[in-house]
C-alpha cells in the first residue's frame, strides 16, 4: 500500500497512471519545471481519484443478493473484494476496486491539488485565479468522498464530536508526519471552504478540449448539490442543483433511458459514459479497475429477488419502467452501462442533481416544485409515457406507500434515484446519510443486518494509517 501522502519528492508519478494523456496535449514529468497556468491546468487532470469505489459500495447496498455463482472466470482480487464487502468485512486487497485503493488515490488526489495550489500563491497568482479554483473544488471533492465513506455521515448534532479524516492543506516534505483523523465537523467546514471559494474562481474556457474531465462550474455545482444535501442545507442544495441545469430544461439533460433502451446493446455501453451523453457532467478514469469487466457476474450482485421487486413489478408510476435487465439469468443481469476494458466512469451526472433537488424541496415543504421534477424523471423512464396515467402526485405515492405525505415523495425520490444508479455504487450514499437498514443473507449460514447506527457502515482505514498516527474505525 503506497503512503498516506504522494510526498513532493513523488507526487509526479501520480502523473504516469496509464490512459491520461490522452486528454492533454504535454504533461509535465519530473524534470519539468512548472513555469505556467497552462501547465498547472495540465498537472490538475490527475488531481481527481483514478480509482473506483462501484464495487463495494454496491456490494454494501441493499441492491445485491447472494446469486450463488463461484465466480470461475471473474478476477480473483474483485470477487474477494465484493465477498468481503458484502459480509461487512474490512475488504484487505489494494487492487484497484477495494477501499484502500480508493483512500490512496484521493490522498494522491488532493497531493496534486496542494501541489498546484503552491504554483499559484506567487506574484502574479492574478494570472492562476482558474487553476487555484480548479485545486480548490479537486481538494474538497477528494476529502468529501473520504469522510463519507470512512467517517460517520454528517449529523450536526455529533458530528464535532465523531472522528474525521484528516485535510491535508500543503504538500507534505516528510514521511514521518503524525496525521490527526480532526472531526467530522471540521472536515465539512473545510470542505465547504475550498468549495466556495473555488467554484466562482473557475473559468470554463479553460477546459474546452476536455470540459468533462475537469470541474467546471457546472459540475462543481453538482458537487455542491450533494455536498449540502448531506450536510443537511436544503436551500443550497436547490440553488447549486438549479445553476446546473441554467436556462436549460432537466428533460432535455437527463438520461432518457426509453430512448437508450432502444438503442443496440453495443451502443447502450459505449454512450453511456461517452462525453457526448448531455446526462454526464463530470466523468475520470480508472485505469486499474476490473469493474466493467466483472461487474455483472460477481456472486453478490442483481438476482432474480432484485429483479422482481423493482423491475418486474408495479412502481409508484403505474407504468413499466424503461430501464430494464439485460443477461440470460441472475448470474449475468446486467445494465449496459460499462463497455469492457474501458475505464471511464461518469462520477456527477444530471440525473442525481435532479433528484437531489427533488429531496431538498420536499425537506423544504416545495411540494409542487418537488412534483414537478419527479414528473421530468418519470417522463424520460416510464416506456410509451402518457402524463395523464404515469405522473405522480402527491396522492398517488400516499396510496402506493401508504405512508404519511413527505415520507411517501421521499420513498418515491430514492426509488427513482435507487433504478437510475443501479450498479453504479450510488444507492450506498444515501444509505449512509439517511442511516437505512441493509438486511444481507448468503449461503451458507450468513444472515445479518445492517442496522442504524451500525459501526460497520464505516469503512475502516488502511492498516498504515496506524502508522501516521490515526485510530482506526471501532469494530
Same mark, same amino acid.
Given at each position: 500500500?503506497?503512503?498516506l ?8 508519478a ?93 490522498y ?6 496542494? %501541489? ?11 494570472n ?16 468529501f ?18 472522528p ?24 465539512y ?23 468533462k474531465?475537469?470541474f ?6 453538482a458537487?455542491a ?42 451502443? /447502450? ?14 466523468l ?8 466493467p469487466?466483472?461487474?455483472y ?11 422482481q421487486e ?41 440525473d ?8 431538498a ?46 415520507q ?7 426509488? /427513482? ?42 469503512? %475502516? ?15
Open positions: 500500500m503506497k503512503k501522502l504522494i510526498y513532493i519528492g513523488l507526487f509526479t501520480v502523473l504516469t497512471i496509464p490512459g491520461c494523456k490522452k486528454y492533454l496535449e504535454t504533461l509535465p514529468d519530473n524534470r519539468t519545471v512548472i513555469t505556467s497556468p497552462e501547465q498547472v491546468t495540465q498537472l490538475l487532470t490527475t488531481a481527481y481519484p483514478h480509482a473506483s469505489y462501484m464495487l463495494f459500495c454496491e456490494a454494501m447496498s441493499d441492491n445485491v443478493e447472494d446469486k450463488g455463482n463461484t465466480g470461475v472466470g471473474i478476477d480473483p482480487q474483485t470477487f474477494l473484494i465484493n465477498t468481503q464487502t458484502f459480509k461487512y468485512q474490512d475488504a484487505d486487497d489494494i487492487s484497484a476496486d477495494g477501499p484502500i485503493a480508493y483512500w490512496d488515490s484521493c494522491a488526489a488532493i497531493a496534486v491539488a496542494n %501541489q498546484a495550489l503552491s504554483y499559484c500563491s506567487g506574484p502574479d497568482s492574478a492562476y485565479s482558474a487553476q487555484k479554483g480548479e485545486a480548490l473544488v479537486c481538494r474538497a471533492y477528494a476529502h468522498m473520504l469522510v463519507t465513506l470512512f467517517a460517520k455521515a454528517y449529523n450536526p448534532a455529533t458530528a464535532a464530536n465523531d474525521g479524516v484528516p485535510y491535508m492543506t500543503t504538500v507534505s516534505t516528510s514521511v514521518f508526519n503524525k496525521y490527526d483523523r480532526s472531526n467530522v465537523a471540521a472536515v467546514q473545510k470542505i465547504e471552504s475550498d468549495l466556495t471559494t473555488g467554484l466562482p474562481l473557475l473559468k470554463d474556457e479553460l477546459y474546452a478540449n476536455a470540459p474531465y475537469h467546471t462550474r457546472q459540475a462543481a455545482n458537487f448539490a450533494r455536498f449540502y444535501l448531506f450536510k443537511r442545507d436544503y436551500a443550497k442544495v436547490v440553488t447549486h442543483a438549479t445553476a446546473v441545469f441554467g436556462s436549460a430544461n432537466p428533460a432535455n439533460l437527463i438520461r432518457d433511458q426509453d430512448a437508450f433502451y432502444g438503442m443496440s446493446y453495443d451502443d /447502450m455501453v459505449v454512450y453511456y459514459n461517452h462525453a457526448s451523453n448531455p446526462a454526464n457532467i463530470l475520470q478514469e480508472a485505469p486499474g479497475t476490473k469493474y469487466d466483472n461487474y457476474s460477481y456472486r453478490y450482485g442483481i438476482g432474480s429477488e432484485i429483479n423493482y423491475f418486474l413489478s408495479n412502481n409508484v408510476t403505474g407504468g413499466n419502467l424503461a430501464v430494464s435487465i439485460y443477461g440470460a439469468g441472475p448470474q449475468y443481469f446486467n445494465f449496459p452501462k460499462f463497455k469492457s476494458d474501458v475505464t471511464v466512469m461518469s462520477l456527477l451526472s444530471m442525481e442533481v435532479l433528484l437531489n433537488r427533488v429531496e424541496n420536499i425537506r423544504l415543504k416545495n411540494y409542487s416544485a418537488a412534483v414537478t421534477d419527479m414528473n421530468t424523471w418519470v417522463s424520460k423512464n416510464i416506456s410509451g409515457y402518457n402524463p395523464a396515467s404515469h405522473n405522480v402526485t402527491i396522492a398517488k405515492m400516499m396510496s402506493f406507500y401508504g405512508l404519511p405525505q413527505d411517501s415523495m421521499i420513498e418515491t425520490t430514492l426509488f /427513482m434515484k435507487r433504478i437510475t444508479y443501479m450498479q453504479e455504487g450510488l444507492r450506498w450514499f444515501d444509505i449512509l446519510r439517511l442511516d437505512i437498514p441493509v438486511v444481507h443473507t448468503g449461503s451458507p449460514n450468513f444472515n445479518t443486518t445492517l442496522v442504524p447506527g451500525d459501526k460497520r457502515r464505516l469503512l %475502516q482505514l488502511p492498516p498504515e494509517a496506524v502508522n501516521d498516527g490515526m485510530a482506526l474505525n471501532p469494530r
